[in-house]
């Protein structure tokens, strides 16, 4: 099992822009696909963003692509979201997830779940 803390959240302006970090131990990450996910206040956990063990292909939901980038250091153990462009309804706590399937994107394909860090956009 690889251990997972998230860290970066905080209160930014809407059109600002915030770098999430999700920091590994236990296990390198070299053979896990990595994903963040959020969850806003009142609704269930949604997937935002993928990227395989490699880091050569990253997947987005819709409503964050070209806004966010997923990336990954594997030397480091971390990945990390660089988020852009925010909005309010960006507002929620992130989660990263360990996973052994390249691109998935639904809960059940990950293990292993960060405590989450909580991202709120001011309008």
């Known amino acids: 099992q690889v251990q997972l803390v998230e860290s970066g959240g905080g209160l930014v302006q809407a059109g600002g822009s915030l770098r999430l970090s999700c920091a590994a131990s236990?296990?390198?990450?070299?053979?896990?696909?990595m994903g963040w996910f959020r969850q806003a206040p009142g609704k269930e956990r949604e997937f935002v963003a993928v990227?395989?063990?490699?880091?050569?292909?990253?997947a987005y939901a819709d409503s964050v692509k070209g806004r966010f980038t997923i990336s990954r250091d594997n030397a480091k153990n971390t990945v990390y979201l660089q988020m852009n462009i925010l909005n309010p309804e960006d507002t929620a706590v992130y989660y990263c997830?360990?996973?052994?399937?390249?691109?998935?994107?639904?809960?059940?394909?990950?293990?292993?779940w960060g405590q989450g860090t909580q991202v709120t956009v001011s309008s």
């Open positions: 997830a360990a996973g052994n399937y390249a691109l998935a994107y639904r809960e059940a394909d990950f293990g292993s």
């Open positions: 236990g296990r390198t990450l070299d053979n896990y696909a």
């Open positions: 990227i395989t063990g490699s880091g050569r292909s990253t």
